[in-house]
Structures are given as C-alpha cells and as structure tokens.
C-alpha cells in the first residue's frame, strides 16, 4: 500500500469535507484505454465521462484527489469563462467564439446534474452568483458587458444598482458601485465535490491510484508507459491534468510545459460560524466576487461562517497574521463583524495563462492536456473534463466547442516570481484608482 506523503493541508474544507472513498490499490503492471495524470476536478470529469462512454480510466494522483487547488478553493460555481464572445472572437473567429461561450455557459448545469445524478453530498446551493464591480469603470467596462451577453443568450440575468447590492450582501451602504447576478451559479464544499466525483467515478469502473505520483510518461509505439513508485501503467491515450501543478516535483512530464502557466497563490479566510445575528449577510447564500484585478471572493459556508479570499504572496503553510489583510477587508464590507478572529487560513495555487484563458494542448498524438483554470476551477475545469474525455475517445478536436492551441511560454519564466510581484504591485494601485473613481 502506498504510504501518504503529501498530507491534506489545514484548511476549513479539509475540516468539513465527507469521508474520502476508498481508492484503488496500484498494482505492478496495469493498463488502461485512458491514463489520466492528476485527481482535481478536471481529471477526475474526465475519467467519469471516460467511464460512461465505456472507456477504460485509470487515474494517478500524486497526492489524493482534491489535495491541489480543487480541495482548496472559494466552492463558487460559476458559469462560463471570463472572457466575451467579442474577446474570443477576436482571437479564435465568430464561429468558434460562440460555440465556446455557449458550451462553456452550461459548466454550473454540468456541475449541478452530476451532483443530482449522483447523489453527492457536498453542501451545493444554487443560490447564484454576483460579481461586484468596484467602481464605475469596470462597471462599464466589465460588469455591463457580461451582463448584457449572458441576456441575449438567454440567462435571466440582472443588473443591481447600489441600493439593490447592498440589499444581496445585506448591508446597510454598499461598498460597490453596481452589480449583476447570474442564476445560474452557486456554492459548494471544494473538497467534498472532488471526493464525491472520485466516488461516482469509482461507481461508474475507474481505478484512481491515491499517493501514486507519475515519474515518467514516455511514448511506446502507438501507446504511452507511465512509470510511477512500483508499478507501470500502459495506456493508449494520456491526459495531463495537473494544471497549477505543472512542473511542480514529480509531475515535469512534459517538457515545456511548465513555462506556459504561471501558478499564483490564492489565500483564503473562514470566520468562526456566525450566530442568528448575521443571518441578513448574504441572505441569499451566494457567492459573490468583485471585479478587482487582485479581485475579493467571499460567500458563508454550511455553517455559517464567512469564508473571504484573495491573491497572497503567502504560499502553502500560511499563519493567522497573514490575514491581516482579508479580517480588514471583511471589516470594510460587513463593519459589523469587526476585525472577526479567523478559524481556518489557508492558500492555494491558481494557474494563470499568458492570456488568461483556458486552454487545451496536444502536444504529441494521443496526448491531451489542459491548463490554466485562471481563477474558474468549479465549473469550468468539471466540463473541460467532459470536453477532454471527448478527444481522448477519438472525437476531432474540430467537433469539440474549444479549440486546441499550442502552448504559448512566458518569457523570462525564470524570473516569474518577481515579475508577479511587480504586476500586482501595480494592479493594486489601479484597482485603488478606480474604487475612487479616479480612473474612467
């Protein structure tokens, strides 16, 4: 039996989460139609919709499923990608624009019918979804834009004006300028759902290797031979889906990767739960995320506390000070809760791209990989699952709503710490500017 060597963080999800499943005992030699390398929800969709189109799945995680950023994030499920059907077109046409905004719009359904299909006990509410904006310009900029797609689209979505925000965040004054709401998203245990896709994908046949780190992918004919700690697995097709992760260890499979993504840390706060007295703060139970480049993201959990993050230079193992910063800015939205004492801190890694979108690779035949969730791993990383399990069955990638690129490094990757630090040095005084509505 492999031993665990990367225990689960502390964190609030690993305090609240159901029980993990038992997962597959590795044996010396294996085989599988699909490997999949990484148990975060993207490889963990995968290998559930490989099943269910009668594939065989094996996944291998280095850690166990969920430990990355999918046990760790905020748990907002949020429909669609960041970017416009008017920025997707600019770079991939108006066809292909639209049918990836259209497919990726169905992520929060996706998310959600899988927990119905399955049963899956992880506190999710499809209570919707607010993105706030912090002042006129990226009202206008931002939030109007997304808000007007998503209505021609067909989603009965809603602009709030500052009187109707501050009423969704149950404040007297709201500290935004405006907002709008998207039905179609809501809240979540993180870690709960990972576990609960590993569960439904084990029901439906897939074999997940827990604390199996693949060492080595190299091709084998018309196949590929993954080698891990005691055992070897040979798989026709390969998924690489350990996104942040990349490069990170044992999982520097693919050269070059690595340089495609730049893993920036996202910290996170919970409050001790919240008594009868603060029930009117976010009456609704939603997740809310502002439209700052270095954005806010906050919601309650299932009982009751605050949970509020945002970017830290603060890596794996964060203290209580390093909340300094989320206690004032929980102070600034909900002053009735002060400077509330934190329960739980912890961080994580987000993937960010060049270009800030998602993206899928081929780099070789019969490897598939994604990268770059870029703050969207809920909904989008369950249904680019979906869309890989399609191109790993033989789908052409022309019939698949996403298009495969090539991937596209950072210069200077070396150098990337320094230079993320430098950026959000001056994303903060821009963000800044526009709370006072000094730029427009």
Known sequence: M????????????????????????????MTADVAVIGGGYTGLSTALHLARKGHKAVILEAAEPGWGASGRNGGQVIAGMKATIGELAGLFGQDAAHRMVANMGGSADL???LIERYGMNCHAV????????????PYRDLVVPRYEQWRSLGVAAELLNASETASALGVAASPYHAAWRDPRGGVLQPLSYARELARAALSEGVEILAYTPAR??????????????????HAGQVVLATNAYTGAGSESLW??????LIPVTSFQMATHPLDERYDHILPAG????????????????????LVMGGRSPVEDSPTFADAAP?????QGLFPELGLPKPEFVWSGKVAITKDRLPHIHQPAAGLHVFMGCNGRGVGLCTMMGKMLADLACGVPAADVPFPVTVPDSFALHGLRKLGVYALSQYYRLLDKMEAAGRLR
């Open 2 to 29: 492999n031993m665990p060597t990367r225990q689960l963080p502390r964190s609030l999800w690993a305090a609240t989460a159901c029980p993990a499943p038992a997962y597959t005992q590795p044996r010396a030699e």
């Open 111 to 113: 998310v959600f019918s």
């Open 126 to 137: 499809r209570s919707g979804w607010l993105q706030a904006a912090h002042g006129p310009k």
């Open 216 to 233: 080595r992918l190299q091709q084998d004919g018309a196949g590929w031979v993954i080698a891990a700690d005691g055992m070897t697995l």
């Open 255 to 260: 050269p070059g990767l690595e340089r495609a």
């Open 286 to 305: 939603m997740g809310v995320t502002d439209s700052r480049r270095l954005l806010l993201y906050f919601r309650r959990d299932h009982q009751k506390r």
């Open 326 to 330: 989320l206690q004032r800015a929980v």
